[in-house]
Nanobody, 115 residues
């Protein structure tokens, strides 16, 4: 069973940037479509961005033009580059397969955008 570990979260000011990383424990990751999700306490987890094995990408409307998802097959890692961050981007960010699998949810990484 593949394990996913997120990292890169931090506290930044509005307009700042962060790059999140999601490291997969096995190369089995290469055949998966992957997604970045986020959750604010009290709200449902939402899909932020997804990328297929073939490189097809989709973004939530709220992050289009600001976030970029990418993957490095040599490192079994998926990235989320986040630019022009807004306070409403504050959330715990998770990676998972796309569509998500319950058993693959990890601890996530906290992103806080505040002045």
């Amino acid at each position: 069973q593949v394990q996913l570990v997120e990292s890169g979260g931090d506290s930044v000011q509005p307009g700042g940037s962060l790059r999140l990383s999601c490291a997969a424990s096995t190369s089995e990751f290469r055949v998966y479509a992957m997604g970045w999700y986020r959750q604010v306490p009290g709200n449902q987890r939402e899909l932020v961005a997804s990328i297929t094995r073939g490189g097809s990408i989709n973004y939530a409307d709220s992050v289009k033009g600001r976030f970029t998802i990418s993957r490095d097959y040599t490192k079994n890692t998926v990235y989320l580059q986040m630019n022009s961050l807004k306070p409403e981007d504050t959330a715990v960010y998770y990676c998972n397969k796309f569509p998500a699998r319950y058993e693959l949810w990890g601890q996530g990484t906290q992103v806080t955008v505040s002045s």
